[in-house]
C-alpha cells in the first residue's frame, strides 16, 4: 500500500482532522474512495491481475442516500481508532457488534448486517491507505496447512508436518511469520476441507514432498497472502484444485488475479503464476465420472454467462471450453466424484498422475 | 265422447293479474327477504318523495321514522314537503302496480316503472294483512286527503277501506304509513346507510331518520340550491325496437308516418322521417295506426343505417361537482375530497353522464378494501354490486398508479370513500329491483375515465403528503445522526465535540431546503 511511513493511527486522526476542516468551514462533509465494484476494475494484462481503475465515489453526511454509509464509515474508523489505541485485534464479528446499535430516537440501526460493517471496512483500506490488518481487524482463522516446513509464529517454532489430523490453523494475518524451513515442492490448493482432510490422512504431502492447504468456500485474505508469500518468497508452484463448476473457476481466478472486491489488494496477493490443476472436463472423461455429475441450476448458468464475460476469463480459450462443455452436457462435478473410483483414487493416482503429466490449465 | 286434456287445461287457463305476479315473484322487485324487504320500503318511498320535491322546485324535507311493533313487525312511515297528490289519484298511485308518471316519458328520475310505491303497498299487505296509510294536501287552504289502501290482487285495482279529511302539518306535502314484516340492521345494507348515501348525494336534501330505538338522526342540508330541472325528452330513434315502435305508431294521433316520426322522435326532422320510410321502402304518407309488423321491421334497419343527431344532451341533471364534494365533505371526515363530473354521452340513444368522487384519508379505515358507493340518478344501489359495470370498472382501473394498494381482481386497499354516480333518462339496471348497471361499453368506457379522472387527482395528493412526510423524516434524520457524527469526529480528529456539533447543525439548518429537494440516488 500507499503511504507506509505513516502509521494507522495518524493516517485515521489525519481523515477525522480534515472532515473537521470541512465542517468548520461550513462543507457538507464528504469522503472519496474509489469505487469497489466491476464497474471499476480493469484487468491489467501487463501484470496480469485486477487493479482499481480511477472511478471515485463520494459519501456526503447530508445527502439522503449517503447519510447511513457516512455514519458507519465513522463508526467503523472510531472502533480501528480504539483498538490501534488499546494495541488490541478485533475479528469483523467483534467489529459488527461494536457499530451495532440504533441510533438513539430513531429506529434506525448503524448497521444490521454484518456484511455492511465488512464491507466499510474494505472501504477503509481504502480511505487511509492501509490493509484491514493494519487497522487492527482480522477476519475468523479458517484454513488448514500440513507439509514439510516449519515457521516461527509469534515467537513459537512450528512444524507443520507434526500437527496432528487438524493440521496447523492459518490465522488471519500471515504478514509476521517467518519461513524457517522449507523443504516442500509445491503446494496444492483445495477448495474442500473434507478433501484436504482425505489426503492428509492418506499423508499425501508427505509422499509427495508438498504442502497441501485448504479453507471452506471463499479463500481468505491469510491463506492468499500465504500463498503469495510461498509463491514470491521460495518460489515454489501452487496448484489448485476445486469443483468442476462456475464457482471454482472463479475460486481459482481470484486467487491468481485478485477479486472485485479486494482489486486495491491485488498486488498483495494475486498470484498470476498459480495453475489450475482439475477437475477438468477431461478429468470426467478419462476417469469415466459422467454418472457422477450434478445438474446444473438456473442460477449456475445466469453465472456461467456472466463469468465467462469477464475480461479475465474472456480470452481464456481453456477456461471457455470448460465452460462450453458445463453448458452441453447441463451438469457439474465436485471433487469428491472422484471417490466413485475408491477413496483413496485422488492420493494414489489421480493428483500423482495429473501434477507429473502437468496437465494443468492455466 | 273423448275428452282432450287439452281442453282441461283450458279452464284452469287464465288471466294473470300484474299484481298477482308479484305475489308469486316479489324478489323480482327487491323483497326477497325481511332485512330487505325493510330497506326496499324505505328506499321507495324516500326515491318518489324525492322526484315529488324537486318537480315542485322546492327543497325536500324527508322524514323518516320506522316503529317496532314486534320482533319482525314496523310501520314504516315517511313524510315530504311535495306538492302533494290529488285526491282522485291518490288510490291509483299507492294501490296499482304500474301506475305512474314516469314510465312513459324519457326524463331523469328516481322512479322509473311506477312499480316501486305499490309494491310496497302489496308487500305491506301480503304480510300483515294491513292496508297501506296515505295523507296528502296540495295546498295551504286545500284538505288533506286520508285513505286507507289495498290492493284487489286479482284486479290490479285499488280497494279503498277508508276515504276522509284530517289535519296536517304541512302546507303540502304526503305522508305514507305501511305495517310490514321486516328486520332492522345497521350496517352496509342497512336503512341508515341507505339514507346517508342518499344524504352525500343529494346535499341540497334535508333528511330526518327516527330509528325503531327513537334515535334521532339528522343529515342536514348543505347546499341551498336545488340541482338543475331535468327536463323530458322525446325517445331517440337509435333507442327503439319494434314493438315500441308499432305501440308508439298505434297510439299516434299524427296523420300519417312522416309526421309522426318527425313529431314523437328525438332529432328527426319532417325531411329525416321521409329518408327513412324511403330508404325502408314504406310509403310515408300511410298512417302510422296501420303500421305492420313488417314494415316496422324495415324501418328499424333503416333507422339503424341512417345518421342520426345525438340525443340533446342538456335534459341530465347531474349532482355536480361541488355538491359532490359538499356531500362528502358532511358524512365522511377526511383529509382531501376530489370529484368529477364527465360530459353526457349516448349509449342506445339514451343520453347519459357519469360523476365520481372521492374522499380520502381522515377517520376512513385504511387497512381495510375501499368504501364503494355505487348511485344510479341519485339513488343508493345497496346490493348486487358484484353484478353492476360501475364495480367492474372499478376493478379493471389500476388504483396503484394512484397510490393505492390493490390485488388482482380486488378493490383497491386504502382509506378511501369511493362515489360513483350515472345519471341517465333511462338507467340500463340488470333488472327490476334496480340494484345493478347493465355492461354497455360505451357506459364503462365513461366510468373508466371517470375514475381515471379522480384517482389521478388522488394520486398528485397523496405523492404530495408522501412527500411532505418523507421531507419532514429526513431533517428530523439528518438532526439525530449529527450527535453521532459529531462524537465520532470529535474521537478521530481530537477536537471539541460540541463546536462539530453545533457546526453541522448550522449547516443542516442553512442548506435544509436543498438537502430536502435533491432526489434519492443509490
Known amino acids: 500500500m500507499k503511504k507506509k511511513k505513516v502509521s494507522s493511527k495518524d493516517e485515521l486522526k489525519k481523515f477525522g482532522k480534515d472532515l473537521v476542516g470541512q465542517v468548520k468551514k461550513g462543507k457538507n462533509p464528504l469522503i472519496e474512495l474509489p469505487v469497489r465494484s466491476l464497474s471499476n476494475v480493469e484487468f491489467d494484462k501487463k501484470s496480469r491481475t485486477l487493479v482499481l481503475g480511477n472511478k471515485m465515489a463520494s459519501r456526503q453526511f447530508f445527502n439522503v442516500a449517503h447519510a447511513k454509509k457516512f455514519l458507519q464509515t465513522l463508526e467503523v474508523a472510531k472502533v480501528s481508532g480504539d483498538l490501534l489505541k488499546e494495541k488490541k485485534h478485533a475479528s469483523l464479528r467483534d467489529v459488527f457488534y461494536m457499530v451495532k446499535r440504533t441510533i438513539p430516537g430513531t429506529k434506525v440501526n448503524v448497521v444490521d448486517d454484518q456484511s455492511e460493517s465488512d464491507s466499510v471496512i474494505e472501504d477503509m483500506e481504502l480511505i487511509v491507505g492501509k490493509s484491514r490488518e493494519q487497522l487492527n481487524v482480522n477476519a475468523n482463522k479458517m484454513g488448514s496447512v500440513a507439509g514439510k516446513v516449519v515457521v516461527e509464529d509469534k515467537g513459537d517454532t512450528i512444524d507443520w508436518s507434526k500437527m496432528g489430523s487438524g493440521g496447523w490453523s492459518i490465522p488471519s494475518n500471515v504478514e509476521d511469520i517467518k519461513f524457517k524451513k522449507v523443504a516442500a515442492k509445491y503446494v496444492l490448493y483445495m477448495e474442500k476441507s473434507a478433501v484436504w482432510e482425505r489426503l492428509h490422512e492418506d499423508r499425501f504431502w508427505d509422499k509427495q514432498n508438498c504442502i497441501i492447504m485448504s479453507s471452506q468456500g471463499q479463500t481468505t485474505r491469510g491463506i492468499r497472502r500465504l500463498l503469495q508469500r510461498l509463491y514470491n518468497e521460495h518460489k515454489l508452484p501452487i496448484y489448485v484444485l476445486a469443483d468442476w463448476d462456475i464457482y471454482g473457476a472463479y475460486i481459482y481466478s481470484v486467487i491468481k488475479y485478485g477479486s472485485i472486491a479486494l482489486a486495491h489488494l491485488s498486488e498483495k496477493m494475486a498470484i498470476p503464476g498459480v495453475r489450475y490443476l482439475g477437475i477438468t472436463y477431461q478429468d470426467i472423461e478419462n476417469y469415466g465420472l459422467q454418472k457422477h455429475l450434478i445438474k446444473l441450476k438456473d442460477t449456475d448458468k445466469a453465472r456461467i454467462k456472466q463469468v465467462s464475460q469477464y475480461a479475465w476469463f474472456r480470452d481464456n480459450t481453456a477456461w471457455l471450453k470448460q465452460f462450453i462443455m458445463m453448458k452441453k452436457i447441463d451438469a457439474k462435478a465436485e471433487i469428491q466424484a472422484l471417490s466413485a473410483r475408491g477413496i483413496s483414487f485422488i492420493s494414489d493416482t489421480y493428483l500423482p498422475t495429473k501434477i507429473k503429466a502437468k496437465d494443468f490449465i492455466d | ?522
Not at chain 2, 316519458?105 to 296515505?134: D, F, H
Not at chain 2, 359532490?324 to 376530489?338: M, P, Q, R, S
Not at chain 2, 471539541?496 to 453541522?504: A, F, G, H, R
Open chain 2, 1 to 522: 265422447m273423448v275428452k282432450h286434456r287439452a281442453e282441461e287445461l283450458a279452464k284452469e287457463q287464465r288471466e294473470i293479474s300484474v299484481a298477482a305476479f308479484f305475489e308469486k315473484n316479489r324478489h323480482l322487485l327487491g323483497f326477497d327477504n325481511l332485512l330487505r324487504a325493510l330497506s326496499t320500503t324505505v328506499k321507495e318511498l324516500v326515491d318518489n318523495s324525492l322526484d315529488a320535491t324537486e318537480e315542485m322546485r322546492v327543497l325536500p324535507e324527508i322524514k323518516i321514522e320506522l316503529r317496532q311493533l314486534g320482533e319482525t313487525r314496523f310501520v314504516v312511515s315517511v313524510q315530504d314537503n311535495g306538492p302533494g297528490i290529488v285526491k282522485e289519484q291518490i288510490p291509483k298511485v299507492f294501490a296499482k302496480l304500474l301506475y305512474g308518471s314516469k314510465f312513459f316519458r324519457y326524463q331523469m328520475s328516481r322512479g322509473q316503472q311506477g312499480i316501486g310505491v305499490s309494491a310496497s303497498t302489496l308487500y305491506g299487505q301480503l304480510t300483515t294483512g294491513k292496508p297501506a296509510i296515505i295523507t296528502s294536501k296540495i295546498g295551504k287552504k286545500r284538505p288533506a286527503h286520508h285513505y286507507h289502501l289495498k290492493i284487489d290482487i286479482n284486479k290490479n285495482e285499488p280497494h279503498i277501506i277508508k276515504d276522509h279529511i284530517v289535519d296536517f302539518s304541512l302546507d303540502h306535502g304526503t305522508r305514507v304509513e305501511i305495517e310490514l314484516e321486516g328486520k332492522y340492521q345497521k350496517g352496509k345494507q342497512g336503512v341508515e346507510e341507505y339514507l346517508r348515501q342518499t344524504a352525500i348525494a343529494n346535499p341540497h336534501a334535508e333528511v330526518i331518520f327516527i330509528g325503531p330505538d327513537k334515535k334521532k338522526t339528522v343529515f342536514k342540508r348543505v347546499v341551498q340550491k336545488l340541482p338543475k330541472e331535468p327536463k323530458a325528452i322525446k325517445p331517440h330513434p337509435y333507442g327503439v325496437e319494434v314493438g315500441i315502435l308499432l305501440r308508439m305508431a298505434h297510439q299516434s294521433k299524427a296523420r300519417n308516418l312522416q309526421g309522426f316520426m318527425s313529431s314523437e322522435f328525438s332529432r328527426v326532422s319532417s325531411n329525416l322521417a321521409k329518408q327513412i320510410c324511403d330508404r325502408a321502402l314504406v310509403d310515408c304518407r300511410m298512417k302510422p295506426k296501420e303500421l305492420g309488423h313488417v314494415q316496422a321491421e324495415s324501418l328499424i334497419k333503416s333507422i339503424r343505417e341512417t345518421k342520426i343527431m345525438a340525443p340533446p344532451l342538456d335534459c341530465l341533471s347531474p349532482i355536480g361537482e361541488k355538491a359532490v364534494i359538499d356531500g362528502l365533505k358532511k358524512e365522511i371526515k377526511a383529509d382531501f375530497y376530489a370529484a368529477i363530473t364527465r360530459r353526457p354521452k349516448v349509449y342506445r340513444g339514451f343520453p347519459f353522464q357519469i360523476e365520481a368522487g372521492l374522499a380520502y384519508g381522515g377517520e376512513i379505515p385504511s387497512d381495510d378494501s375501499i368504501r364503494l358507493v355505487r348511485l344510479a340518478n341519485k339513488v343508493p344501489l345497496q346490493y348486487q354490486q358484484g353484478a353492476c359495470s360501475i364495480t367492474k370498472s372499478v376493478l379493471q382501473t389500476s388504483w396503484r398508479n394512484y397510490g393505492l394498494s390493490q390485488s388482482k381482481g380486488a378493490l383497491p386497499v386504502g382509506p378511501v370513500y369511493l362515489l360513483v354516480h350515472i345519471a341517465s333518462v333511462w338507467v340500463p339496471f340488470t333488472s327490476e329491483a334496480k340494484d345493478a348497471i347493465a355492461h354497455y361499453p360505451e357506459i364503462i368506457k365513461e366510468l373508466k375515465l371517470a375514475l381515471q379522472d379522480v384517482g389521478r387527482k388522488l394520486g398528485s395528493f397523496i405523492r404530495k403528503t408522501v412527500k411532505a412526510k418523507e421531507q419532514q423524516e429526513r431533517v428530523n434524520l439528518f438532526g439525530k445522526y449529527i450527535p453521532e457524527v459529531a462524537r465520532d469526529l470529535a474521537i478521530l480528529s481530537g477536537e471539541n465535540k460540541v463546536l462539530i456539533e453545533k457546526k453541522l447543525n448550522s449547516i443542516l439548518k442553512k442548506n435544509a431546503k436543498a438537502i430536502l429537494n435533491e432526489k434519492k440516488e443509490s
